[in-house]
């Protein structure tokens, strides 16, 4: 079993840096491939990077790759979001989610779930 927990969110002016943060239990983290999806209002929940646990190899939705990174601390048990350069149309509802298997973009690959945390970007 895996708990996540974020935190992070805010309101930011467009231009701006927000850094989401993860904190998982488990004592099985490192193994784990950890992602982090948004939901805006209206629309479906989307995938936005990725990070594997073996390797730490990354991966990034298009609309986000070059103003987001991805990065994990085994030893806390933290995943993070460092989001750059951020634009109204980020704003959304971040989730961090976690799947002990090699990294995926789909949603339904993933068995765990943290609350999520809210961004707002104003222009």
């Known amino acids: 079993q895996v708990h996540l927990v974020e935190s992070g969110g805010g309101l930011v002016q467009a231009g701006d840096s927000l850094r989401l943060s993860c904190a998982a239990s488990?004592?099985?983290?490192?193994?784990?491939?950890m992602g982090w999806f948004r939901q805006a209002p209206g629309k479906e929940r989307e995938f936005v990077a990725s990070?594997?646990?073996?390797?730490?190899?990354?991966d990034y939705a298009a609309s986000v790759k070059g103003r987001f990174t991805i990065s994990r601390d085994n030893a806390k048990i933290t995943v993070y979001l460092q989001m750059n350069s951020l634009k109204p149309e980020d704003t959304a509802v971040y989730y961090c989610?976690?799947?002990?298997?090699?990294?995926?973009?789909?949603?339904?690959?993933?068995?765990?779930w943290g609350q999520g945390t809210q961004v707002t970007v104003s222009s």
């Open positions: 989610a976690a799947r002990n298997e090699r990294p995926s973009t789909f949603i339904y690959d993933y068995d765990y």
């Open positions: 488990g004592r099985t983290f490192s193994g784990y491939t």
């Open positions: 990070i594997r646990g073996s390797s730490s190899s990354t």
